[in-house]
């Protein structure tokens, strides 16, 4: 057994710690504030975290291949939309 998918599979669970830190990061931020913004924050690292996560657990080689692609996709939508109506909100107040 080759050291390739031990390595794989241990720096998708940092990759996938570090999302979910960042996301912690920015509830705690939600919490304190009730902004939104940190709120979508917050929950585009935790599907980052998940679609960083499936693939070792599904043994998922290609994740842009495969379903697990969309979770990324709906955290950068996510993102981008938290962005999009902060900044076009506070223009209507």
Known sequence: MSGEPITTAFVSGA???GYLMAGLFFLRFWARTRD???LAFAAAFALMA???ALPTLLN???EEASWIYLLRL???CLIIAAI???NLGGRRG
């Open 84 to 86: 999009l109506g902060k």
């Open 74 to 76: 709906a955290a950068f």
């Open 60 to 62: 998922v080689h290609r």
């Open 15 to 17: 990759l996938t710690v």
């Open 50 to 52: 998940t679609n960083q």
């Open 36 to 38: 939104r913004l940190f």
